[in-house]
């Protein structure tokens, strides 16, 4: 009778861990306090539109101190087709929740089509088609009771998705509105439980980005861009990033960012040279995990490079 009991908290503990992790996972894609710089990753009709070929990786690591925090990196580059009107861009991203116990593996191929609506403005409109790959190892869980875990691992659980997005923007505006993920993947199939095994089910939802930001000249070679990121998914609350950024000489960047009743954020950005650009951000939490005794906040470090001279379409860098 003790050993059903172990066993039945043994499950009990790993529902609630994948609970956690997919309720939340399949609810909200990732999040970047950083996204200004990284449109790509929630709209792929952003492909392109830096005018070259554009380089990028993020690394974001959540709630530091915290044993298990998810961690996040993403690989990306995007470039207009010379003499057309398309675009194209790869994108990988890789989540990690659990010390491992968790790993999902996103690769993306994007497309994007641009028209001049007018003098200085260019719509686009974008397409992803996605792989996702997903690992669970049951094995790395710390199972409290002391008792094997007897679940089976998932490896390279394979599910295709796609994505659809628009994007305007002019050398001071842009505004897009994105789905990326369209397609529901259920993960684990309930029918194919056995003696041996648990099957949980969690269901990706869609996610909808709309995303918008203006830049002022203030002159004295300082621009000011305010900015927001809105996401919206059913079964989960309104999601609000803004963010206020400083622009000095083309060179230096630096403001603050606050998500809706979730974390405040610092920002700060290094233009090294005209091709690299370095980001940095810190978020702290404004709910009860932000707590001193949980975590000390989030990190993400951001890297992009830039081959200015391929395109003759560029006649300014531009803040975002």
Known sequence: ???????????????????????????????FTQYMFNTMSVNPAYAGSRGQLSAAALYRSQWVGLAGAPETFTLNLHSPIRNSRLGYGVSVVKDDIGDGVVSETYLDALLSYTIDVSLDGKLSFGLKVGANLLNLDFSKLRNFDLEPVDVDNVENNFSPNFGIGIYYHTDK????????????TQHFDS????ANSVNFLSKERINFYLITGYVFDLGSDFKFKPALLTKVVSGAPLQLDFSANFLYNDKFSFGAAYRWDAALSGLVGFQITDQLMLGLAYDRETTALGSSQFNDGSFEIFLRFELLKSFNKLVSPRFF
């Open 1 to 31: 009778m003790k050993n059903i009991t172990l066993k039945k908290k043994s499950l009990l503990s790993i529902a609630l861990f994948l609970l956690l992790v997919f309720g939340v996972k399949g609810q909200q894609d990732a999040q």
């Open 173 to 184: 505006f842009y505004a897009g509105f994105s789905a990326p993920n369209l397609v529901e």
């Open 191 to 194: 029918s194919q439980s056995s």
